[in-house]
């Protein structure tokens, strides 16, 4: 199956592999080089996903003291 890249550098992942390794949006991945082979890989550490929400709210500051409760769990989950 052939990707094709846009104009940004970016290719779209079909649906069924994003679903089949369980992938969603905000996820992060880093692309590595194997015997010469690109290769797209996810990255799991659970740690750089609550670095990066950590490191949205410190930059907050009161900017979300008027945001109900539904819309920072939304922001906390990246929706």
Known sequence: MGML?????QVTVPADIRAEHGWRPGD???FVVIDGQVVLRAITDPRSRAEKVVRRMLGAGTANMDKTTDELMAMLRDD
């Open 28 to 30: 992060e991945f880093e």
């Open 5 to 9: 890249m846009n104009t940004k550098g």
